[in-house]
């Protein structure tokens, strides 16, 4: 039988992403990221639009060659039409549809935060449905109850802040770089969550971060009023002290969701799962819960464009195709 091959194209935020599937194995993945917004602290929209002009091209090219196929070996053609930048949206979605228009192909158009729930399917070994996820990235923090690979279900989502915001707005006030995500993880494998904050009072399975953001923030001020070097001296305590709450604030309403659900089966996705303390918070849970646990490769939890591949597949195999009418939806509804 012959093999179906499928380019994948991300382009919602600032990195520029590329990947080609084989039947349901990916033979190329590739991203070029944008280095221009650690100066200005966040991603600048425009700046990004423009990056993906210039990167798009080039990286389709490396992952053709990657995989070792031409253009006319392409079955179909998938990309991210939402939710994101607009402008960065509008890139990945014209060049998809132009390219399969000049090959004669069906486009496949993919949710982003759906398609970090899908990664889990990339390599063994994948989910049992039912099971839940815990989505966790800059703009995004979700519960999804997935039962099916078309039927995926939010059961709690946040308010305000995503969770990846409120490491970068604290990375921001402890002079961190952006993004401080990371930088904060580093410094707190040698620190202890010596300090508490807050944790927001919620009902059922939403989110909510910006409390949490202000209590840091009045934390921090409190304590330079009185030892004006508290920051310096102490960064790795405060550092794992506010990524100890934000870890428990995700990880409490995955356990009240499991217990809701009597799911067992549980998984993390989205730029933030790559956050060790978070990985190692959730398999202490699992022993104490029973779970069995799924967490994705690094190279799969950040944009990428493995995941809008794999997630192709499936809609591939159903004939589910998108017309040439759609376009880029920066609020792509789930």
């Known amino acids: 039988m012959k093999s179906t091959y499928i380019l994948a194209i991300e382009s919602s935020c600032d990195d520029t992403a590329a ?7 990916i033979v190329a993945n590739g991203v070029s990221t944008q280095k221009i917004h ?7 929209p425009e700046w990004a639009s423009r990056k993906h002009q210039e990167n798009i091209i080039p990286l ?22 939402g939710p994101g930048l607009l402008g960065s949206l509008i890139v990945g979605v014209s060049f998809a549809k132009s390219l399969a228009l000049s090959l004669n192909i069906p486009i496949i158009e993919i949710h982003h935060m759906k398609a970090h729930v899908l990664a889990h399917f990339i390599d063994d070994p994948k989910p049992n449905f039912p099971f839940l996820c815990l989505t966790v990235s800059g703009g995004h923090t979700q519960i999804i109850k997935v039962e099916d690979f078309n039927k995926l279900e939010i059961m709690g989502k ?16 402890l002079g961190l770089p ?7 993880d580093r410094l707190a494998q040698k620190g202890e969550p010596r300090f508490s904050f807050p944790e927001p009072s919620i009902d059922g399975l939403d989110f909510s971060f910006s409390g949490l953001k202000t209590a840091f923030r009045y934390f921090l001020r409190d304590q330079v009023k009185v030892e004006p070097d508290f920051i310096y001296e102490n960064m790795n305590d405060i550092a794992c002290s506010i990524q ?9 309403k995955l356990e009240r969701a499991s217990a809701i659900t009597g799911i067992q089966e549980v998984a993390i996705a989205g730029g933030v799962s790559a956050n060790s303390g978070l990985r190692s918070e959730l398999m202490k849970r699992s022993e104490k819960n029973g779970w069995k ?23 591939y195999i159903s004939g589910d195709f998108s017309s040439h009418a759609v376009g880029p939806d920066a609020r792509l509804a789930w």
Do not use: Q, W
């Open 244 to 252: 100890h709450s934000i870890i428990d604030i995700l990880l409490n």
């Open 293 to 315: 646990v799924h967490i994705p490769k690094f190279e799969y939890c950040t944009d990428n464009a493995a995941m809008i591949a794999i997630a192709a597949h499936y809609k």
């Open 38 to 44: 650690e100066n200005y602290g966040g991603v600048v």
């Open 60 to 81: 389709i090219d490396h992952v053709l060659k990657e995989s070792g196929i031409h253009l006319r070996d392409l079955n179909a053609i998938a990309f991210t039409r």
């Open 19 to 25: 990947a080609i599937i084989k039947d349901d194995k």
């Open 158 to 173: 946040t308010l305000d802040d995503a969770a990846g915001e409120a490491f970068d707005k604290a990375g921001k006030m």
């Open 178 to 184: 952006y993004p401080a995500g990371p930088h904060i």
